[in-house]
């Protein structure tokens, strides 16, 4: 054994004897050492006194996981890596899992579609996010806000009253549907949430961008014009109400907690206005 | 390597991921001190792992791969790129313990650790997250790091000294809530 004066006592080596992470003859021999040197006792009681329950408090970390989210995203990479999408494009909005009438595809799928189509040749499309494809270079958070709005609109545009008849219109579905989005975004969205005096709900899709869950939930307004509360979760800073056209639909959108909301639809901008309040104000 | 390796190898990552992603999660925002960029760290890290996981040495533990590589992608690909956007790190001083509030609120102790972990410097928080919060050994810490034991441990004391210090003057120290 060395002589204790010449025994290491530094702050490394006093961390470790507390940590346990010295070997049993090391550990003897530091214990000796420390019992000759009292400046090298205050100093390992001061690390003791920096000691915490660490533990425990990471632990309730661990607890606000969001466990059901990060399961969501891991079986839409899941999918992503199979080899049936080996051509995946990675900027294309795709509904996530289809809900099927038998025998007869609905008219908001063919929808769809199209609207699949129309982004992948277009292509270049930004989210909100800035981290869903790492290969591409960062862009600037202005030129990314457009893209996923853009992306929706595209969608939107195509839908008719005739689309939103054609999705499925059982409590039950409905239910299931509004839920699925609820837990991809990690957002509540209750029926009294989405309730609008001037809209009636005709469903939730639950649809994706650049591997990100993108909502939207559709409503008549008057009972002939859809109008479409998009959701998408963003880690821009919050943004009030901002009012836009794209494809001949006027557009209000906003940001609120972590999350990126657009109303839109082919309704007069003081009625839009309105109902995009009544929204602003749920999810606020 | 041959294919049967590679689908083992493959499928080890993939089995491996799923109980995994909570954990990861707690990496990504001890690093960043914010969720969604938690999150955002989680599906890099899946999407890299399993493309990569040819380089998996089977038998070897999963999740330490996995951190090697959600730490590499928050370093070489995120951190920065946070900053150039102009808007620098989320104020992890405020964002660590604002996330996990909801769920922290009967655990006074916890959030008051997890307080004071925020304010140390970002290598020895990480050291001490993987140290005390994961229980890794020095060794494996380090590995994680890429860095030297010695430097975990020195890392280690610094930060116990730090903490000794808020103890001995008080919370004054720590931003009013």
New interface residues.
Partial sequence: MAPAEHTDL???????YL?E?LSASERKQTAAALSRNPEARARLE??????????????????????T???A??AD??T??GPASAASADEKVVPFRQPLAAGRVPLWRMAAAAAILALVFTGGLATG????N?QTP?Q??AEQKPGWREAAARYVALFSKETLEGMPSDPGARQANLQRAEQALGLKLSGERIANPVLAFQGTQLLQLD?KPLAQISFLHDGRTPVALCII???N?PQGAQKEQRHGLNVVHWIAD?YGFMVIGKVPEPELNQISETFKARFS | MNDSDLSLRLKEV?EG??PL???L??YG??LSG????A??????T???A?EKSEQFQPGTQVSRWVYTILRS?WMN??RS?RV????GFVDPEIA?VA??I???ET?L???Q??R??ERLPEGQREA??L?????L??REAADILGIPQ?TV??R??????????L??HGDHLLPAE
């Fill in positions: 530094s702050d490394e080596k006093l961390v470790a940590d992470e001061r690390l003791e006194r920096g000691g915490r329950p660490f533990g425990d408090a990471f632990d309730v970390l661990l607890e606000a996981a969001p466990d989210r990060l399961q995203m891991f990479v899941m992503k890596q996010g800035f981290f869903d790492p960062p600037l958070a591997g979760r963003t880690a800073p972590g | 993939q991921l799923p992603l909570k954990r999660w707690r925002l001890v914010d969720s969604d960029t999150h955002d760290l989680v599906q890099a899946c999407l890299r399993l992608i690909e995120l790129r150039r956007m102009g808007q660590l996330d996990g909801r769920e922290m655990n102790l916890a959030r650790v997890l004071e972990v001490v997250f140290v005390y919060g994961e229980g050994s020095y010695g441990m020195s280690l004391a610094a930060a116990r000294g730090k903490l000794a210090d103890k001995d």
